[in-house]
């Protein structure tokens, strides 16, 4: 029974970092049915824009609105440069391949800035575990569980109850529609890009010091974490929580029950399935395209 | 001093400037400089840099300055063989030194040994890369350092005999050099009659071990054996301390990365790792290659990101500018005949090759000559304080060492 306990709070924490990376993608994808590839790097370049701050004395918590403001024009640097032109031509994958090639020229300008190495990210909290039901729980992931709730829960908020936030929720039902409304909304989807690369960096000041920090980190969790938007469906925060601890269990449970060689292997499994049975993910609305 | 002494003291060491300048002996160096095997790639770099400075310093060999053409292979396979060729056909080198990683090593050498230009390896460990062309009648790859058929059952010597751990778990990660690492620690606990409880896996960028280390703490492990690189090993120690769960670490030399070190923090204190070479000034020797390191290359906090690979960096092209002496040319099977029967012993800072090498042995590192290393202090030093004290006594190359498995057969 501990055993199980244990593994499940492993699974939930490694699923919240999932979860709050796909978060990202989901905001984009609601404003602008596209999805930045490079959430990976932007968060990234959030944990080592982080590192060096407080590598220069910053304290973890003030570092972290600078972080925020950080991530926001970096995604807003993102969808000018690599979305917005695609956009405007109707082009269906333009943007794909423009933000894979952004996530890669940021991991190259990562690696020239910080090197190649993984580094240390110092924890702000104690680094010996808590009890908790009989297993081990380290503050740091406690931490980030919370920190990825309430940011969600910050994001929804926003979206329901500002008018700015109505005007993305407008522009995510209908483009065409709010646009003839007067919303502008080229604007908000330049917002909702700073806003997931946002949500990015502070992820991954969050899980840094968890994980390791370099200029790969980004990659396998930003797969990881596209796998979970999938699951839990592109269009629902809660699904991407959801989906996130879904994944992160079965991993988790897989290793230790089956075999550490086929932990990654039941998350794509439940991918296929999803894919198979409920396109639109176990949480999102089916759309319906009409061409 | 009239003005006429004057100039053709000028014009002398012109003339001798361009001596030298006209043909250097180009000495190709290849290994990943960037990537997450960069910290050995690039302390073993600038260990072979030091030894070329050095050379070059005290006239260079033959009279001639020693020119090293530096490659990054990016750990990658495919980037390591355009390399090679790069080097034999439009650089004409007359030797290579260098290559971290096994697989990047065995993909480039079929070039060289082709071409019949001797690569000297200095860091890559796996078994098989000295006997890739065992059925052909010249081998013109050399090595050294220690191979894993020495780690492997090193480390379990260290961990069932001197410690006295019976029940014992591996955690390997699933990259070629993890897994063949695996086979040899599995191999050599077998020999001691032993199975290991617990087999697990992990993959590069891993960032949880939950899984892994609860499966070797339910099967009752008193010790964990590791073959992996810094970072994931990281989160081994990382993961025991969140578990509460502190068994002790033995492992690959890979334990003395700096990144394992640094990310590990107090949680990796007393991992135990094989070591050709320790940082410290146990023979003048030594002494001045770390003084000399630190001064040209000035590492943080003093410490090199890799003694091992530096030193044994610094070595190989000791090495080989022995062998090229030997040889008075720069003829490549010249100087593979001549490593495989080098005359005057060369003092190196891992040890003094004396006949470092046969026609049928590449190896430079017998099982005799690594010692434990430990995590300490953010640093590693001697495990074994006897270790410390007999350093000064340079242990030399035995062919009768006891300890290795069976060479792998290719």
Redesign the interface.
């Known amino acids: 029974m501990e055993?199980l306990t244990?593994?499940i709070f492993?699974g939930i924490?490694?699923g919240m970092?999932y979860a709050v990376i796909a978060f990202g993608y989901q905001l984009t994808f609601a404003t602008s049915d596209t999805l930045n590839f490079g959430q990976g790097d932007a968060l990234m370049l959030g944990a080592l824009v982080g590192l060096t701050l407080v590598g220069m004395g910053v304290n973890y918590w003030l570092m972290i609105p600078i972080v925020c403001v950080f991530g926001a024009i970096q995604g807003a640097v993102v969808e000018r440069i690599g979305v917005r032109p695609a956009i405007r031509i109707k082009s269906e994958f333009g943007w794909i391949m423009s933000t894979i090639a952004l996530g890669i020229i940021f991991k190259n300008v990562a690696?020239n800035v910080w090197g190649?190495?993984?580094?240390?990210f110092p924890s702000p909290l104690p680094?010996?575990?808590i009890r908790l039901l009989g297993a081990?729980?380290?503050p740091m992931e406690i931490l980030v569980v919370v920190g990825a709730v309430l940011m969600m829960a910050a994001v929804e908020l926003f979206n329901r109850k500002t008018i700015w936030g109505k005007a993305v929720v407008a522009t995510f039902n209908d483009r065409e529609a709010a646009r003839l409304m007067g919303i502008n909304t080229g604007l908000v989807i330049t917002f909702s890009y700073a806003l997931s690369s946002m949500s990015a960096a502070l992820a991954g000041v969050m899980?840094a010091p968890?994980?390791?920090t370099?200029a790969?980190?980004g990659?396998?969790?930003g797969l990881k974490a596209f796998a979970v938007a999938i699951i839990g469906g592109l269009t629902s925060g809660m699904g991407i929580i959801v989906g996130g601890i879904i994944l992160g269990i079965a991993?988790?449970?897989?290793?230790?029950y089956l075999?550490?060689?086929y932990?990654?292997v039941p998350g794509l499994v439940l991918l296929l399935i999803v894919l198979a049975v409920r396109p639109a993910g176990l949480f999102g609305k089916t759309a319906i395209k009409k061409v | 001093m009239t003005l006429a002494i004057r100039l053709s003291a000028v014009a002398l060491a012109c003339m001798a400037a361009t001596a030298f300048a006209a043909d250097p002996i180009k000495i190709g160096v290849d290994g990943p400089f960037t990537g997450g095997s960069s910290s050995m790639g690039v302390s073993m770099r600038d260990g072979v840099r030091l030894a070329a400075d050095e050379i070059n310093k005290a006239g260079g060999v033959l009279g001639r300055q020693i020119q090293l053409v530096e490659r990054d292979d990016e750990a990658k396979n495919e980037r390591g063989a355009q390399i090679a060729q790069e080097l034999i056909n439009k650089e004409h080198v007359v030797a290579v030194v260098g290559y971290i990683n096994t697989g990047v090593g065995l993909a480039s050498e079929r070039f060289f040994q082709d071409a019949k230009i001797p690569v000297m390896n200095n860091v890559a460990t796996g078994s098989v890369l000295t006997h890739q062309f065992d059925d052909q009648p010249e081998n013109y790859v050399f090595r050294n350092s220690a191979n894993d058929s020495i780690q492997a059952p090193m480390i379990v010597e260290e961990a069932v005999t001197r410690r006295g751990f019976k029940k014992v778990a591996i955690l390997a990660d699933s990259t070629n050099y993890g897994q063949l690492g695996r086979a040899d620690l599995e191999k050599a606990l077998a020999l001691k009659g032993i199975k290991p409880v617990a087999v697990e896996k992990f993959n590069i960028k891993d960032v949880d071990m939950t899984a892994q280390l609860l499966k070797a703490k339910e099967a009752g492990a008193e010790v964990v054996l590791t073959y992996g690189i810094g970072p994931e090993l990281a989160q081994i120690a990382n993961g025991m301390t969140k578990l509460g769960w502190k068994v002790p670490m033995i492992g690959s030399w890979t334990l003395s990365m700096a990144n394992y070190i640094d990310n590990a923090g107090p949680g990796g204190e007393g991992a135990r790792m094989p070591q050709t070479f320790i940082q410290e000034p146990t023979t003048p020797k030594r002494q001045s290659f770390i003084i000399s390191y630190l001064k040209t290359f000035a590492p943080k906090n003093n410490r090199m990101d890799s003694p091992v690979s530096a030193a044994q960096g610094y070595d190989s092209v000791y090495l080989l500018a022995a062998a090229i002496k030997q040889a008075g040319s720069t003829d490549g099977p010249k100087i593979k005949d001549a490593l495989e029967n080098l005359k005057t012993p060369v003092e190196g800072v891992v040890t003094t090759y004396n006949k470092p090498f046969s026609k049928g042995d590449h190896e430079a590192i017998t099982a005799n000559i690594p010692v434990f290393g430990e995590v300490k202090g953010n640093r590693v030093v001697y495990a074994y304080a006897d270790d410390l004290k007999k350093a000064s006594e340079v242990r030399v190359k035995d062919v009768n060492a006891k300890g290795a498995l069976p060479t792998v057969k290719k």
């Open positions: 055993i244990q593994l492993s924490a490694l970092i690696e190649h190495d993984d580094l240390k680094e010996s575990p081990n729980v380290l899980i968890l994980t390791l370099g790969t980190m990659a396998v969790l991993e988790k449970l897989t290793g230790f075999s550490t060689g932990q990654d």
